[in-house]
């Protein structure tokens, strides 16, 4: 069964500083998203990358799809608190046609 | 709109125990689903439904039972709750054909001793 490997599992960064999440699939990929889950809370849908060498952009947040590496990345410019959450990747299964998730990479942000 | 809402929030059953977690949603979408979250497992599928009257299996649905009688509500059922079932569990619905973009509701923290 495909797997979404993310790294690093966690992060901390100061406020400020840049930052990059990685996303990599076992199998190819059909599409990539990006979810983002603040604690206690449930998943809010960030992005969508559908086409290899997509990019796509939201505020500070942006997410690129290498389709022939079967990854996908995750960029953070100038971090702010307000972004610290667990942020996932998920991606339909080739198999089941079903979304299945990252384990997910916790970021913290010291101000 | 409220978008996705569960209820409960928070429930602590003993083994062996039943108990029925609810799902609404009020964005007319077509795809509902259940999901198991644990901590290095990520988030697991359990049932969904792709229309009302309809369910199947996800990845993890030993132990469970869904019924969707009515478009807006998914239900998610423990008939004899163990140990291993303790977990958050999160409902999500979608339009059809737009299964990567869901939308989730809060989560149930579910203990079960």
């Known amino acids: 069964s495909q797997e979404l490997e993310q790294s690093p599992q966690s992060l901390i960064v100061q406020e400020g500083k840049n930052l990059t999440i990685n996303c990599t699939s076992s199998?190819?990929?059909?599409?990539l998203y990006w979810y983002k889950q603040k604690y206690g809370e449930g998943l809010i849908f960030l992005m969508m990358?559908?086409?290899?060498?997509e990019e796509k952009s939201h505020e500070k947040i942006t997410a690129k799809l290498d389709e022939k590496k079967q990854q996908s990345s995750l960029h953070i410019t100038a971090s702010q608190p307000s972004h610290a959450g667990i942020y996932l990747c998920?991606?339909?299964?080739?198999?089941?046609?079903?979304?299945?998730f990252g384990t997910g990479t916790l970021l913290a942000v010291q101000p | 709109n409220a978008g996705v809402t569960q209820t409960p929030k928070f429930r602590v059953l003993k083994t062996g125990q039943s108990m029925t977690l609810l799902c609404a949603q009020d964005?007319?979408?077509?795809?509902m689903y259940w999901y198991r979250q644990d901590p290095g497992m990520g988030l697991r599928l359990i049932h969904y439904?792709?229309?009302?009257?309809?369910?199947a299996k996800g990845e993890v649905p030993d132990g469970y039972n869904v019924s969707r009688l009515k478009k807006q509500n998914f239900l998610l059922g423990l008939e004899s709750a163990a140990p291993s079932q303790t977990s958050v569990y999160f409902c999500?619905?979608?339009?059809?054909?737009?299964?990567?973009?869901?939308?989730f509701g809060p989560g149930t923290r579910l203990t079960v001793l």
């Open positions: 999500a619905s979608s339009y059809r054909g737009r299964m990567g973009e869901q939308f």
């Open positions: 199998k190819t990929l059909y599409g």
């Open positions: 990358l559908q086409k290899g060498g």
């Open positions: 998920g991606a339909p299964d080739g198999a089941t046609n079903k979304l299945i």
């Open positions: 964005m007319n979408h077509e795809y």
């Open positions: 439904s792709v229309g009302e009257g309809t369910t």
